[in-house]
């Protein structure tokens, strides 16, 4: 086949208009096309004036000579490149000599601990999945009566229970990684319920409300390729000896295994203790926090886009900005028509994380206004000590916020000059539980409110003064990513001195999103395979 690059369309022009447009590339006439896909779509807003979809797609040419189609190789515009292409192949590891007893055990059901239980499942391996939280069914129920005021349940919420916080993170997609392992990855999403574009789309995106649909389809397949499900299961501690596992001590009683891959998320501060305590090398790593910040997604629009006209087309505008400083401020998960929601796993804590439905559909865009930084530097050379300070300041969060999980809130341009909230003030905020008007440089360590206080007015610039028009900052963010790594053998993906002990995922310290947590169990996965023959039934 032919790759074929920066094509591009109007965004008036629908996208079946791309194959003539591909036909016109190559100067030969439609008929000549055999099949074509889209490898990549994303939109060009540099001139408002004039948006367009640029798009990457491979087409064959049947019955074409090799001197044939390097003609209409050459006859392309100078601005499209064209050049020979064919996917790469996704590998198959055949299964290990080396028998397993009993069928491995994923803990944690998120992305990579369901990528990997999937995979597992396919290839015959019958995995027992274990999570400390409800099935979806029940979750999303009680994450609903929560939003409206009712009591914390520390093991089923917005961070655990079945999808882990994939399910209620958004559904981006988003992802620096390439190659056959995200593609396979991305067609299991299609094939359990996801849109197909989510395979070419330059910023794909699930939505909230699709996501527990598709988290249990995934459970179904498991279910019938043999893999089961155990809900309210919380894993304690691992039984090593002599350096190899052999079974977890759970909530649920002592499970015999000789296979772990452990997924548990970046918020199961709990299982960390646990895991520090046996003696798993454990290390603090560096790790986002911050703030959110809140627009009035009308205004994002409107920036984006410039004419009201394309928002029919192209639906609510998202944002991604960088202020170079030291250290940088970037935006992270921004949220086009979304809604603040509460990031917290333990009683008597307050984060806050953002969300949307495949839709878009609130008055609200909210964005990650997030720094990298390194807890060792803060608080001291201890393996949790990002831990440490995510809880210092999610505690101060929630009791001066009124012990009720409700949301410190403060005006953007107050929080830049430094001024600490009107007696009475309560800007417009989608957070549903209710919100609190709050100096928010308390809820950060000083050198993080430092630089979101110089960073915001470079982003302001950058938008020519629509960034903090009407914006609202809410917080304290940060979960943006891990800040823990465990250890594992660059080859064999266990961990050092734990024979067949896989950490993986955002909870192990090597991804940074769904799709990047989903390959990295997918991999691992892989690497058990190729190291064992299934279980005897």
């Not at 601005?79 to 192949?89: A, D, G, K, N, Y």
């Amino acid at each position: 086949m032919l790759r074929i690059t920066n094509l591009r369309l109007p965004v008036e022009q629908p996208e079946e208009k791309l194959p003539d447009l591909l036909a016109r590339t190559l100067g030969v006439p439609r008929s000549d096309l055999g099949t074509w896909r889209i490898l990549r779509k994303s939109l060009d807003a540099r001139s408002r004036d004039d948006l367009e979809f640029v798009y990457s797609a491979a087409v064959d040419l049947p019955g074409f000579t090799e001197t044939q189609r390097a003609a209409a190789a050459a006859r392309a515009r100078h601005s499209v490149q064209v050049e020979s292409w064919q996917p790469e192949h996704f590998e198959e590891p055949n299964p290990g000599e080396q028998s397993l007893e009993e069928r491995p055990v994923v803990v944690g059901s998120g992305p990579a601990g369901l990528l990997a239980a999937y995979y597992l499942a396919l290839r015959g391996y019958r995995p027992l999945v274990l999570e400390r939280g409800d099935a979806v069914k029940e979750r999303v129920p009680a994450i609903r009566l929560f939003d409206r005021g009712g009591a914390f349940d520390g093991e089923n919420n917005y961070l655990f229970g079945e999808g882990g916080a994939g399910t209620f993170s958004d559904g981006k997609l988003t992802c620096r990684m390439s190659g056959p392992d995200v593609d396979w990855v991305l067609a299991q999403f299609v094939e359990c319920g996801g849109k197909p574009q989510i395979i070419y789309e330059h910023r794909p995106h699930l939505g909230s409300n699709r996501l527990p649909m598709l988290v249990r389809n995934f459970r179904r397949k498991i279910d019938t390729l043999g893999g089961e499900y155990r809900f309210r299961c919380r894993v304690e501690d691992i039984d090593v000896v002599n350096g190899q596992v052999r079974g977890l001590f759970t909530s649920s009683g002592y499970l015999k295994t000789s296979v772990v891959v452990l997924g548990i998320g970046h918020s199961a501060r709990d299982t960390y203790r646990a895991l520090l305590a046996r003696g798993l090398p454990l290390q603090a790593k560096a790790f986002q926090l911050g703030l959110r910040i809140e627009q009035p997604q009308d205004q994002v629009n409107r920036h984006k886009y410039g004419r009201d006209s394309y928002l029919p087309l192209l639906g609510a505008a998202d944002y991604t900005l960088v202020a170079k400083g030291q250290p940088d401020l970037f935006t992270f998960c921004m949220c086009a028509g979304g809604t603040v929601i509460p990031s917290v796993s333990e009683e008597g804590k307050f984060c806050t994380n953002g969300m949307s439905n495949s839709r878009h559909d609130t008055p609200f865009a909210n964005s990650g206004l997030v720094v990298t930084v390194d807890p060792t530097r803060i608080v001291g050379p201890h393996p949790l000590a990002g831990v440490e300070l995510q809880q210092k300041y999610e505690t101060l969060a929630f009791e001066l916020a009124g012990r009720n999980y409700q949301c410190p809130v403060q005006r953007a341009h107050d929080f830049v000059k430094g001024r600490a909230p009107s007696p009475g003030d309560k800007p417009e905020s989608s957070y549903e539980r209710g919100t609190v008007a709050l100096d928010l440089q308390q809820l950060l360590p000083p050198e993080v409110a430092s630089a979101i206080r110089a960073g915001l007015p470079i982003m302001d610039r950058k938008w020519r003064g629509d960034f903090l028009k009407n914006a609202v900052l809410v917080g304290p963010e940060m979960r943006g990513s891990s800040p823990v790594r465990i250890d594992r053998d660059h080859q064999t993906r266990d961990c050092p001195g734990f024979a067949g002990l896989y950490p993986v995922g955002e909870g192990a310290g090597y991804a940074g999103g769904i799709v990047s947590a989903a390959v990295d169990g997918l991999r691992s996965a892989k690497s058990i395979v190729a190291r064992y023959a299934p279980a005897s039934r």
